[in-house]
């Protein structure tokens, strides 16, 4: 069955520092690509999407690119800070409006 | 735009007792998702509604566990005779499209 699989945590990077979440999946189909960023207390926020091979998602200087050869999906940020100190999850759905797989999440603590 | 309400925020319950789970989506999504969040199991899928109807509950155990959406503003989930393996969070979500925007969750446990 589908799977998705992400670096285990938790990280701990120091502000300004650079942040690589690693995130590989597995499914028959071609899947839309999310990461999402979780908050002590809160659901999941959607961070981006991306529906399409060899496109780049970005939000909030998070990037990560669709790599459909690699099935890989890796969360890239150049300078953390300290607000960024969260868990992420990465997921896959297979089709327009299913649900979504999530990967095991990633709780990365940005410390001054 | 109130985001997805989920009530009660916490809930404990005995062994055996009945628990019932709110969720309001967001005004004019078509779709909600039920999710169960653990450290040990992470975010697991449950079930999901669209446009009311149940479309996958794939993720249910099959036993105690029931959810229904009787008006588009509204689903419940419910699990009848709690056990303490029930506890974690329940997550419900919306969505339009493919964007699915979560609620805070019900801590739910069971002593």
């Known amino acids: 069955g589908d799977s998705v699989t992400q670096t285990e945590g938790p990280v701990t990077l120091s502000e300004g520092t650079s942040l690589t979440v690693n995130c590989s999946y597995e499914t028959k189909q071609y899947p839309t690509l999310f990461w999402y960023v979780q908050y002590p207390g809160e659901g999941p926020q959607l961070l981006f999407k991306?529906?399409?091979?060899?496109e780049k998602g970005s939000s909030r200087g998070f990037e990560a690119t669709y790599n459909k050869e690699a099935t890989s999906f890796h969360l890239q940020k150049a300078s953390v800070q300290e607000s960024d100190s969260a868990v992420y999850y990465c997921a896959l759905s297979e089709d327009s409006g299913t649900y979504q797989r999530f990967g095991t999440g990633t709780k990365l603590q940005v410390v001054p | 735009n109130a985001g997805v309400i989920q009530t009660p925020r916490h809930k404990v319950t005995g062994k055996g007792q009945e628990a019932t789970l709110w969720c309001e989506p967001i005004?004019?999504?078509?779709?909600v998702f039920w999710y169960r969040q653990t450290i040990v199991q992470g975010l697991e899928f449950l079930t999901y509604f669209r446009n009311q109807a149940p479309i996958d509950d794939s993720g249910m155990p099959k036993e105690r566990f029931s959810a229904q959406m009787p008006n588009q503003s509204h689903s419940t989930l419910k699990i009848q005779s709690t056990q303490p393996q029930d506890s974690a969070v329940y997550l419900c979500?919306?969505?339009?499209?493919?964007?699915?925007?979560f609620g805070p969750g019900t801590r739910l446990t069971v002593l």
């Open positions: 005004s004019g999504h078509s779709a």
């Open positions: 979500a919306s969505s339009a499209l493919y964007e699915q925007y």
């Open positions: 991306v529906p399409k091979a060899n």
